[in-house]
């Protein structure tokens, strides 16, 4: 029996209600919405940590950060200091690896930051990324083209897919597997300041943004920008997340990327139907708050560090023409963690069933989820570790450091949908965040590893955001590793 084609498009930075699919009214995303109708629509898909590289590891392990070590975004300006040939995620069973074994053909198209480029990462047969993960601009990327080096003058989103197109296009007799991760719609400077305009800009020249908000500067945000200035180290403006939901060209930049990345989703929809039988999925690494409880960025732009609803949640859409029936929504909570899982069991492989990653491939399939477990969604930021299920998100703080004393807090998502109000200092709550807490130790407790684990005294791959905090927690000899035994 053949086993399906897969392609999986990652895109960089988006929450779930940037699309018009999800609700936007100001986003033009004709091909997304109409792939949404033909599939499968999750309404409360999240990611299990608030960076980059750490949701990428974690898509293409199964495994949350606390596991695969991956906390943080890798930070490519050490790039020098790095082990030659060394890859974030060698030595751990990956989804490329799983599929090469069960006779897929593999290859990446994008930004790859989970280690150096230069050399292929463990599991693709097709390699095709860019140098840097801290996306500085759309256009005149260092490309590594499976050994080959270029600088590609156009935009990146145009440029991978065109290379993927090629790919899934080529006459083989074996399925393929896809990945292509867009260093867009990004939504972070210097990105989205560049002069340079793309075919979709003047979709925006005059859109009024009215679905970002505008609330005044939170406390934390404030706090966190300090934070990341202090410990930066130079070379990157951190003030965006103060005052990118007042810049009106930047938020358009954005908006008009993700027009950019729709077109694109239509060619690979129509090569993927081109080469029969392919099961297309789109996500996104984690979210964006886009103003929201007054900051622009990812969960880590505040301090501590949150995992609201606008930063945790992603867009998750499935589509297999004649498989999945269409028009399909689900309101099950699931994480873009659970795709490792998900698409092993759909093609027919083995996988992890220890593992956190749970697999959805029989709610494509029409059936009843088996070992699906409590409706509910765990994630992680260093500090802060979250739970979702449909009615709470709690937030757990870490509280071993009494120079940095944080908080938990505690939302009714159901009474409260923008999460305003913490409930946790509220003393007929504490039953409610009792339960919850003890869930949390109890997960991370049975799942995480000890090198990887921060909260007892392990040490992170690479980068750490909150290094103040673990310093002060675990004395001034703790710093993050390269890599540690994964056996």
Known sequence: ??????????????????????????????????????????????????????????????????????????????????????????????????????????????????????????????????????????????????????????????????????????????????????????????????????????????????????????????????LMKEGSGGGLDFSMVLRAPNNLPSLRNYYSQISLIDEAVGRLVEAGDRACDTIFVFTSDHGLSLGHHGFWGHGAATWPSNLHQAAHSIPMLVRHPSKIKEGQESPVLVSNMDLYSTLLDYVGSDFDQDLPSRSFAGLLRGEELANWGEDEVFSEQEETRVLRTPQWAYFRRFDGSSNWPIHDELFDVIADPGETKNLVVDPQYDAVAGELAARIDRFFEQQARPDADMWKGGKPIQNSMSRHLWKDAWGEDWNPVYSYDKE
């Not at 490519?76 to 897929?104: C, Q, S």
């Not at 935009?155 to 074996?174: G, L, R, S």
Request: a negative charge; hydrophobic letters at 30%; aromatic letters at 14%.
């Open 1 to 226: 029996m053949s086993k399906p084609n897969i392609i999986l498009v990652m895109t960089d930075n988006q929450q779930a209600y940037t699309l018009g699919c999800y609700g936007n009214y100001e986003t033009v995303t004709p091909n997304l919405d109409k792939f949404a109708s033909e599939g499968f629509r999750f309404d409360k898909a999240y990611c299990p940590n608030a960076f980059c590289s750490a949701c990428r590891a974690s898509t293409l392990t199964g495994m949350l950060p606390s596991q695969h070590g991956v906390h943080s975004w890798i930070d490519d300006r050490n790039m020098e200091d790095w082990p030659v040939g060394w890859h974030a995620l060698r030595g751990l069973a990956t989804l490329p690896e799983k599929l090469k074994e069960a006779g897929y053909r593999t290859g990446i198209f994008g930004k790859y930051h989970l280690g150096e480029t230069s050399s292929t990462g463990p599991g693709w047969d097709k390699w095709v990324t860019m140098e840097h993960g801290h996306v500085r601009s759309f256009y005149k990327n260092h490309i590594t083209d499976d050994g080959q080096s270029y600088i590609h003058d156009g935009h990146a989103v145009d440029f991978f897919t065109d290379k993927a197109a090629e790919f899934v296009e080529a006459d083989n007799d074996q399925p393929f597997f896809a990945f292509i991760p867009y260093p867009s719609p990004y939504g972070h400077w210097p990105s989205t300041t560049e002069e340079h305009e793309h075919r979709f800009a003047e979709l925006y020249e005059n859109c009024r943004m009215e679905t970002i908000p505008r609330v005044g500067l939170s406390a934390e945000a404030v706090k966190g920008y300090d």
